[in-house]
């Protein structure tokens, strides 16, 4: 079945520091691919997402390209603020839309 | 533009208990879905709905649980009785319509923690 899987954290980072949280996954077809985000006591956001291969998704400093050929969609920001810090979940969707398979998150923390 | 409500966003309950989460989508939103959350591992779907009726409930775990969306409005999630592996974060869910022109908006989740 299908199947994300995503950097294991915490990842602690110094504030403007790069960040990159690796994320691969398994699936047939061509799923499209999502980053989700959940700051302290909040729902999940959409962050950014790229529907085929080769697509750039970018959205607040972050981005994450599509990669078929290394079934990849990692996320990176140049510099990062403490206000990034968050949990942040990989996902893909393929058949049905909104039925999401997530990876297990990523938690992020940015001290000042 | 109120977003998707969840009560109780706390509830602790013995094992045996019975538990009922709720879910107000965003008005006019016909997609419903809810997921959880078990021990921090991956987030997992449970079910779909498409205004009252059920599109996929392919995720729920057993009959212990049962969702309902009467009117097609809000929803509920209960688990009858409870256990011990029950223990997690219930997402909700919901979105107007279905692609990628439609992102999911989600809930703050219900903290369900069964001793």
């Known amino acids: 079945g299908d199947s994300v899987t995503q950097m294991e954290g915490p990842v602690t980072l110094s504030e403007e520091a790069f960040l990159t949280i690796n994320c691969t996954y398994t699936?047939?077809?061509?799923?499209?691919l999502f980053w989700y985000v959940q700051y302290p006591g909040e729902g999940l956001q959409l962050l950014l997402k790229a529907t085929k291969a080769d697509d750039k998704g970018s959205n607040k400093g972050f981005e994450a390209t599509y990669r078929k050929e290394t079934t990849s969609f990692h996320l990176e920001k140049g510099s990062v603020q403490v206000s990034d810090s968050a949990v942040y979940f990989c996902a893909l969707s393929r058949d049905s839309w909104g039925k999401f398979q997530f990876g297990a998150g990523t938690q992020v923390v940015v001290t000042p | 533009e109120a977003g998707v409500t969840q009560f109780p966003s706390h509830s602790v309950i013995e094992k045996g208990q019975t538990v009922t989460l709720r879910c107000d989508p965003i008005s006019g939103h016909d997609n419903l879905y809810w997921y959880r959350r078990v021990m921090g591992k991956e987030i997992k779907f449970l079910l779909h709905f498409v205004k009252e009726s059920k599109q996929d409930e392919s995720g729920m775990p057993n009959n212990r649980f049962l969702a309902e969306r009467t009117g097609g409005t809000y929803s509920t999630l209960k688990v009858q009785p409870a256990e011990l592996e029950d223990s997690g974060v219930y997402f909700c869910?919901?979105?107007?319509?279905?692609?990628?022109?439609?992102?999911?908006?989600f809930g703050n989740g219900t903290r369900l923690t069964v001793t």
């Open positions: 699936a047939t077809g061509y799923p499209s």
């Open positions: 869910a919901s979105s107007q319509g279905q692609g990628p022109n439609s992102p999911l908006h």
